[in-house]
Nanobody
Framework: QVQLVESRGGLVQPGGSLRLSCAAS????????MGWYRQAPGKERELVAD???????NYADSVKGRFTISRDNAKNTVYLQMNSLKPEDTAVYYC????????????????????WGSGTLVAVSS
């Protein structure tokens, strides 16, 4: 019942910027951590950045200082602002959300269930 829809990625030249968004919809009581992962061809999926419901953030070392993650809890949306993009940032980016459903909340348990977006391609190339 929960869906995560990422915005379109795109082709960006090195040094350029791109902003991704991911909106969660459906039967949602609350969302704990939301994050962005990416997977390049031939590589494992890796965490890019995540953000808790309280706003605490975590970044992969490779993107620190270049990417900024944020969220709008009222809209159940997470954003990833990507600046100073490099060719090695090329990957399919996946949104992730740890969603607390109503049944869980009713039981007084706020642990969530992970949901994934379908992925959006970001290509950094001249």
């Amino acid at each position: 019942q929960v869906q995560l829809v990422e915005s379109r990625g795109g082709l960006v030249q090195p040094g350029g910027s791109l902003r991704l968004s991911c909106a969660a919809s459906g039967r949602i009581f609350s969302i704990n951590t939301m994050g962005w992962y990416r997977q390049a061809p031939g590589k494992e999926r890796e965490l890019v950045a995540d953000i808790t419901s309280g706003g605490s953030v975590n970044y992969a070392d490779s993107v620190k200082g270049r990417f900024t993650i944020s969220r709008d809890n009222a809209k159940n949306t997470v954003y990833l602002q990507m600046n100073s993009l490099k060719p090695e940032d090329t990957a399919v980016y996946y949104c992730n959300a740890d969603v607390v459903n109503y049944d869980t909340a009713y039981a007084g348990e706020l642990y969530g269930t992970p949901y994934w977006g379908s992925g959006t391609l970001v290509a950094v190339s001249s």
